[in-house]
């Protein structure tokens, strides 16, 4: 599994999981993404993308081999992968029903050394739909072709089934973890920890972005089957000899306290930051425009005459706009509560005209948050946004007073990254991830104390004293370049090169 093996005209195959590129912008989807493009651009690699639903049984694709999908007319094939598609497009199974009967039949086809067989999906009879619906919310057009370029997998059972399976027949005296027909790869890269088991020529890679689920369980969604799904599937990784490309220093040391025993076959290398987030000269006045056309519509707040005047109005931010912005999810865990009082506090204090623009979209117990912020947005003091591009989100970056990282825990953090690629500055809540991407370039702050998140943010936006804004912008210009393409995918590439995955 030498990728000096392609001088010798073999390529080194990796299959890479996407199904978390089937979900929102950023974090996990956003990552994904972004290292199945930069795979695709390695010499002497040939990748290919596996399409998993979470929750969707899918239609069978073509036959793996060449000569049974010789076999099939033009017709039979477009029609195979057009069931795909619908599959993936459908709504979802009913769990109580159909999960039982797939996990009966996983674990009696398990029993009997049966796999799941990946089937094929050719992607240029379907440019379209691998486009928009996997990629199109982070890479740029020009991507395109290299996308295209690209095989891809089909596995027809659902990665929930997969995961009930295995906490079922743990019940019964031993968890039993589908065997997926890995037979054509040499690598599998996994996004998160996966509830499956490879042939033996295939080496498991786990892309280990946080350890959340395991020691912050009471921040995350569905906690019970959220936490037992990703402790016993890398619980069962790590049996098996995987290896783990951590995102961050912090993640691997996370990864570590719970299982030690994967010390000698764990790395890190981070997360490679998108290269639409740059420094540019753009015009603030778009900020007005980004606010109208990309305000939440599920939780608009009722607005009246004179309001709407405003919130739709050129004034609705002001001509030189004075705002903090925050890039995340709406969740408990990225502690926007706090934030929001520091910035009434900011307000109250010293900068009467200072409002708030959050991007994100509504996760899991939003509804207590966007109570909290419900009156503000209903004076166009505080503006929600969803689906904002790189380019707008580009804007929004550069000309805020700060961008605000206040999360009580992360993996790796993009927000704060992206801004310091377009010329913003950050201010950060200070837990050990932070420290170690952001380095010099952030304005730190205890994040259970309201008052040092307001202190910190005065010290970055007061206009009486530039110094520390500009400081923090000429820093994140040199920490943000450790993350471009350039200089993250090297080690990639030297990872899967220099043969230590079969070294186990």
Not at 91 to 120: P, Y
Not at 184 to 193: L, R
Not at 401 to 413: I, K, L, N, Q
Not at 430 to 442: L, T
Request: proline share 6%.
């Amino acid at each position: 599994m030498d990728m000096a093996a392609s001088n010798s005209g073999t390529p080194l195959r990796i299959l890479m999981e996407l199904r978390p590129a089937f979900g929102g912008h950023a974090g996990i989807p956003q990552a994904t993404r972004l290292l199945f493009r930069s795979l695709a651009m390695l010499e002497g690699v040939c990748v290919e993308g596996l399409l998993q639903s979470g929750e969707k049984v899918l239609s069978r694709g073509l036959p793996p081999s060449a000569r049974r999908v010789g076999r099939l007319s033009a017709d039979q094939k477009v029609n195979r992968l057009g069931r795909v598609v619908i599959a993936i497009e459908q709504g979802v199974w009913d769990k109580n029903v159909n999960a039982t009967g797939q996990t009966i039949v996983m674990a009696l086809k398990h029993l009997i050394g049966g796999k799941q067989i990946l089937t094929r999906f050719d992607a240029a009879l379907f440019q379209d739909f691998v486009w928009r619906r996997l990629f199109s919310r982070t890479l740029p057009p020009e991507d395109f072709e290299v996308i295209m370029r690209a095989a891809f997998r089909v596995a027809s059972i659902p990665w929930f089934a997969m995961h009930i399976c295995a906490l079922v027949t743990r019940r019964l005296g031993y968890p039993l973890y589908p065997r997926l027909d890995t037979r054509d790869f040499d690598v599998m890269i996994a996004e998160t920890p996966y509830p499956g088991t490879v042939a033996k020529t295939t080496k498991l890679v786990i892309h280990y972005h946080d350890a959340i689920p395991m020691l912050m369980p009471h921040t995350i969604s569905d906690r019970r089957f959220h936490q037992a799904f990703h402790y016993r599937a890398l619980r069962k990784n790590v049996e098996s000899g995987a290896w783990f490309v951590c995102v961050s220093d912090a993640t691997r040391q996370d990864l570590l306290s719970v299982f030690p025993q994967a010390e000698s076959r764990s790395i890190t290398i981070r997360n490679m930051v998108s290269h639409e987030y740059f420094a540019e000269n753009s015009n603030p006045a778009h900020i007005a425009e980004i606010i109208k056309t990309r305000w939440n519509t599920s939780i608009k707040p009722p607005l009246d005459p004179a309001l709407k005047r405003v919130l739709f109005g050129s004034a609705i931010i002001g001509e030189e706009p004075e705002y903090l912005l925050i890039v995340s999810t709406i969740e408990p865990r990225k502690n926007h509560i706090s934030l929001l009082t520091a910035w009434e506090r900011l307000r109250l204090d010293k900068f009467p005209n200072l409002k708030l623009i959050l991007v994100g979209a509504l996760g899991w117990h939003h509804e207590s948050i966007i109570r909290r912020f419900r009156p503000w947005l209903e004076r166009a003091e505080v503006f929600l946004l969803e689906d904002v591009l790189a380019s707008e989100l580009r804007v929004l970056y550069r000309h805020a007073r700060a961008t605000v990282c206040p999360s009580f825990g992360e993996g790796f953090d993009y927000s704060g990254v992206e801004a310091m690629r377009s010329a913003g500055a950050v201010a950060a809540s200070d837990i050990p991830v932070h420290r170690e991407i952001f380095g010099n370039a952030a304005e730190y702050f205890n994040p259970y104390s309201v008052e040092a998140i307001a202190h910190s943010i005065e010290r970055v936006i007061d206009p009486e004293d530039p110094s520390r804004r500009n400081e923090l912008a000429i820093n994140g210009a040199r920490i943000s370049a450790q993350y471009t393409q350039d200089a993250i995918l090297p080690m990639w590439r030297s990872f899967l090169a220099t043969g230590s995955l079969t070294n186990v």
